[in-house]
C-alpha cells in the first residue's frame, strides 16, 4: 500500500539518518478457501493498520493506492483530504478554559 499526492506521486517521508523514503506498508498475506467455496471465487480479507499522525501539507488531496502482486484497481484506492489547522476552541468541555463564573 502506498500514499500518493494529489498529482499521482508518492508521499516522501524522513527517516531516520536517511533521506526522505515513499511511504509505504508492505505486507504479506495469504487467503484459504473455506470449505464448500469453489475454487477461484472471490474471498473478501478484512485488513486494519493503525497509522499515528503524519506530517501531510494542509489543504491537499492524498490517496492510498492498494497493489497485490503488483497490479492496482482504482476500486481499492481511498481517497482523504487534509485540512488547515482551525483555532483552539475556547469553549469550556472543548480543550480551552472554563468560562470564569460571576
Known amino acids: 500500500m502506498r500514499l500518493l ?3 499521482g506521486r508518492p ?4 527517516a531516520r539518518n536517511e533521506d526522505p523514503i515513499a511511504l509505504e506498508i508492505p505486507a504479506d498475506f495469504e487467503v484459504g478457501r473455506p470449505a464448500g467455496v469453489l475454487a477461484g471465487s472471490p474471498i473478501d480479507m478484512p485488513v486494519v493498520i493503525n497509522i499515528g499522525p503524519m506530517p501531510l501539507a494542509h489543504g491537499r ?6 497493489f497485490i502482486d503488483g ?3 482504482p ?3 481511498v481517497s482523504f483530504a487534509t485540512r488547515a489547522p482551525s483555532a483552539v476552541s475556547k469553549t469550556p468541555g472543548h480543550g ?3 468560562t470564569p463564573q460571576a
Open 61 to 66: 488531496r492524498f490517496v492510498w493506492r492498494l
Open 11 to 14: 508521499v516522501r517521508v524522513a
Open 96 to 98: 480551552g478554559s472554563p
Open 71 to 73: 497490479r492496482s484497481d
Open 75 to 77: 476500486d481499492w484506492d
Open 5 to 7: 499526492d494529489d498529482d
